[in-house]
């Protein structure tokens, strides 16, 4: 069977459905919905808490970090001597902490479960009126079949897909379905195939109402064609369902890290723990199999440490702060973001598919054109001879929008409809009928009566007889026909919708106010030509996001010619062969659509699942895509897109639920300030992962030497001070980095670049082995100031202060190490980063030395990390920061190689 009923007769559907104008009989509906079953959307179901927290902690990072608890757990018991005491297992408690702390921040964000079903079922009406054995009954709106028959008036929610019947000036909103920024004209009539193609548009389907939309004016009867999961609404609730989220670019290289650091790790304690067992092997001269067993003991533990000194316990716990400090401070510039990892897409986004109406446009209809020679009088016949009403001190008219939009246009002339109103009473009218296109209205003048008119000029220029000039009533003539149509010419090549105005006098109140004794012998005023015009902010983020090397897509349910002039306005297109419509993505392959959408910037008359296939496209070109949209028409491919994008005014709460950020102002210009921002995080990211990493490697490397030579450099107590503190603090406050100057100059990043790219791992390595040289190079001064040699340091007693001064300067190196790192490629001396002072750096610094010394100095504190307060010296101290500081001439020297091989790539 056919379910084209749009291309059908409305008698043929009926008897399809075996049904008739009056409905079923109520035996006969019960029989088909314990057949069919209710009219409703299949529910999903909801994640169980438990669920998300185990997908939480599957994140490859954390479980590393709970083996590290685990061994280190398991080591700590094996070296338990005098029973069991806490503060031997802190280092299990803090990684642990993390964990936890890490896990529970990703919960509070992204706690709101899917309610995408919730929404669209909310958006059904919960009952309807039907007709029954001929009798009108309502009834819950599931309990509707096909082959019910519907009444509806103004105001009714559609509960199903619907084949019109009876039509009197039916009107309805379905801009959420199909993206029409207008209500759409409901007519009886068969539709017929646009020459070349097999289908209508779901648009254009001006004989069918759809579950979802809405009547806002006149009244009508329709014949359900389709319930439930059957219905458009329900196809896009399918689609939801199989739309998959994908990792995003920072999971994906958190992954990559982890799986790094995974490996690293093993290959750091099979290389430890057999270097060990050898050397026990043929150093001891009484070797036996005891000896052996303790030795490989010993060295599995040391391995074992080595091993946890080598994961930055911090690392998760600080990226996790560092993207919820970017989700405050993009709701500060009115982007609302749901899930934290969508901070960091952003960043790297190359195409922004945005909406029109509403994200580009202003989402309200305005006069922008007229022609007449009298303006006052023009404006104030399309004020009365409209039901759009507004209230004194308000700007913004109330009702249908492009009769609201007349109202505004005498308003801003001072001719508020209130008054109008008043001195113009409304004593008769002939109301709109979709058929003649016209609406007229009849008001007391002096002593006697005005009639106006106002319709489409096509069908009003053919009644009027006469033409208002500068001079008066002068004869409708060719010429001023001729005119007048150069004049709506020129109006529609702007994408201006055009209505005509005219006027007829009478000395009595006609006695008949049928149309046909009335729209007749008229005198034209004039034309007004309105359009949604475009936000005034959007011009500017256009081009930026040209700067920035993001393509923007401009994808609308609207008419092509509107969609083109609307491109060409914004400078998203310049040339009408960039723009296409909907049905013409149909003849394409999926393969195909790779090429195809290159060419186009601008899509008319889109369905939904030509949204989801563009994106889909985009991505399949390894392109990072953002999609946006506020109609439930949206919400598959906002779904399907690497950064949905839902509207939070005029957004539907299905859009709204299956996005990843929502823009609290519905304004394009926002998500241009949103990829600001998360190019900052993501670089801001960036350092504080090579900060740690290279600190890490220090660790590792120094580890690794003292464990060779069998010395002691750093105890565990220091490492995991290390690694919570002086890494995390200044970790945390890198995150707090300005926007570099060419954040929004720069070409978007691939997506596919790992985080050791563009000589990122180079730099990591080269500092942590800088990092290394300097803390042994402290650790030999201090054994030669201390024992006045460095001879006998292998396999020797630990001398207290060399290890202190490796602590202290390892401390210290870091921190500058941190400051450094505030940018990859400029130097911490230049203008821009001198002007862009980092206040929360500069407090980590201080409070990070502050501790690091109380560690040192302070009775007690000292005692943990095995040194005796007051022993150490000021000298000691003096050569410790000057090791620190010469990282930084070192790092510079870095950063000017790296800007030079930077350039030479470009």
């Known amino acids: 069977m056919d379910n084209r009923y749009y291309l059908q007769d409305a008698a043929d559907v009926l008897q399809q459905f075996q049904t008739t104008e009056n409905g079923l009989s109520e035996a006969e509906a019960q029989k088909r919905l314990e057949t069919n079953g209710k009219n409703k959307l299949k529910e999903t179901e909801k994640t169980p808490l438990i669920k998300k927290f185990i997908e939480s902690i599957s994140d490859p990072m954390i479980i590393m970090l709970l083996v590290a608890a685990a061994i280190q757990a398991l080591v700590n018991v094996l070296q338990m001597k005098d029973g069991f005491r806490l503060s031997e297992f802190a280092d299990v408690i803090v990684i642990m902490a993390v964990v936890t702390i890490n896990t529970i921040m990703s919960l509070i964000q992204e706690s709101k479960a899917e309610g995408a079903m919730e929404a669209l079922m909310q958006m059904t009406a919960s009952t309807s009126k039907v007709l029954r054995d001929g009798d009108v009954k309502v009834v819950k709106s599931e309990d509707i079949v096909v082959g019910d028959v519907v009444i509806y008036e103004a105001g009714d929610t559609v509960p199903a897909d619907c084949r019109i019947l009876e039509s009197h000036s039916l009107k309805s909103e379905e801009a959420a379905l199909t993206g029409e920024s207008v209500p759409v004209n409901k007519i009886i009539d068969v539709l017929m195939c646009k020459e070349g193609q097999n289908d209508v548009t779901l648009g254009d389907r001006r004989n069918m109402l759809y579950n979802g939309s809405t009547v806002v004016y006149g009244r009508g009867k329709a014949v359900v064609t389709a319930c439930g999961m059957d219905t458009e609404m329900g196809k896009i609730a399918d689609a939801l369902t199989l739309a998959e989220k994908e990792l995003t670019p920072l999971q994906k290289k958190m992954a990559e890290l982890s799986s790094f650091l995974t490996k690293l790790v093993i290959w750091i304690c099979v290389i430890v723990f ?306 296409i419509e909907g049905h013409e993505l149909d003849k394409y392959s999926d393969e195909e659509m790779l090429d195809v959408v290159t060419k186009y910037s601008v899509y008319a008359r889109v ?20 999609m946006t949209g506020d109609g439930v ?48 995080i993501y670089d801001n990211v960036c350092k504080v992962i090579q900060f740690q990493l290279s600190t890490n490697l220090c660790e590792v490397i120094i580890m690794f030497i003292a464990s060779l030579l069998n010395f002691t450099l750093l105890t565990p107590v220091h490492l995991l001070w290390i690694n919570m503190v002086t890494d995390s603090l200044p970790g945390l406050a890198l995150g707090m980095e300005k926007a570099e100057g060419d954040v929004m100059t720069r070409k978007p990043r691939n997506s596919s670049d790992g985080i050791f790219s563009n000589g990122a791992g180079i730099d990591m390595v080269w500092q942590g082995i800088y990092l290394s040289i300097i803390e042994l190079a402290a650790y030999f001064i201090g054994l030669k100031m201390e024992r006045g040699t460095i001879a006998g340091f292998f396999g020797g007693a630990d001398c207290v202060n060399a290890i202190a001064m490796a602590f202290l300067t390892v401390n210290f190196a870091e921190i500058c190490c941190a400051i450094n790192m505030r940018s990859q490629t400029k130097s911490i001396f230049s203008a821009s980063m001198i002007k862009n002072f980092n206040w929360w750096l500069f407090g980590a610094v201080i409070v990070t030395v502050a501790i690091t010394l109380s560690a040192i100095y302070v009775p007690g504190l000292s005692n943990v990390f095995g040194i005796e307060a007051g022993t150490f010296s000021f000298n000691e101290l003096m050569i410790c920061v000057f090791l620190a500081l010469s990282t930084f001439p070192a790092f510079e020297i870095g950063k000017m190689i790296r800007r030079k091989a930077l350039e030479n790539n470009n």
């Not at 296939?613 to 991505?619: D, P, S």
């Not at 929502?662 to 998360?678: R, W």
């Open 633 to 680: 028409n949206d919400a598959p491919s906002i779904k399907s897109a690497d950064i949905g994008i839902g509207m939070g005014i005029t957004g539907t709460d299905v859009t709204k639920s299956v996005a990843d950020m929502v823009l609290a102002d519905d304004n394009f210009a926002t998500i241009v300030n949103a990829v600001e921002e998360g190019r900052k």
């Open 607 to 626: 369905q939904p699942e030509h949204k989801t296939r563009i994106v889909n496209a985009w991505k399949g070109r390894g392109m990072v895509t953002a």
């Open 274 to 579: 057999a270097v060990g067992v050898i050397e026990t092997v043929i150093v001891s001269d009484d070797f036996s199999l005891s000896l052996l067993g303790s030795a490989t003991l010993d060295t599995f533990i040391a391995a074992i440490a080595l091993a946890v000194a080598a994961i930055p316990e911090g690392l998760p716990a600080v990226v996790t702060i560092i993207l919820s400090i970017g989700v405050s401070a993009m709701a500060k510039r009115q982007a609302l973001i749901r899930k934290l990892t969508a901070v960091e897409t952003l960043g790297c986004t190359n195409i922004i598919c945005s909406d029109k109406t509403g994200t580009l446009t202003q989402n309200k209809m305005t006069v922008v054109d007229e022609y007449t020679s009298d303006k006052k009088l023009l404006a104030s016949a399309m004020a009365l001879c409209s039901d759009a009403e507004i209230k004194p001190g308000e700007e913004n008219s109330t009702g249908e929008p492009t009769e609201a939009a007349l109202v505004n246009y005498a308003n801003s002339l001072s001719l508020p409809k209130y008054e109008l109103k008043e001195k113009y009473p409304r004593v008769g009218e002939a109301p709109f009928d979709s058929n003649r296109k016209m609406m007229s209205t009849i008001h007391p003048e002096g002593n006697g009566f005005v009639q106006y008119t106002k319709g489409a000029l096509d069908v009003m220029l053919d009644r009027c007889t006469g033409y208002l000039s500068d001079k008066g009533v002068v004869k409708m003539s060719d010429d001023l026909k001729a005119e007048i149509m150069a004049k709506n010419k020129e109006f529609a090549s702007k994408a201006l919708r055009v209505l005509c105005a005219a006027y007829k006098k009478y000395d009595v109140m006609p006695a008949s106010v049928e149309p046909e004794d009335l729209e007749f012998d008229l005198i034209f005023i004039g034309i007004v030509g309105m359009i949604d015009p475009c936000r005034v902010e959007v011009y500017d983020a256009i081009k930026e996001c040209r700067s920035a090397g993001i393509t923007p897509i401009m994808i609308t349910g609207d008419h092509k010619d509107t969609a083109i002039a609307i491109g060409k306005d914004l400078g998203i297109i310049e040339d009408d062969s960039q723009a």
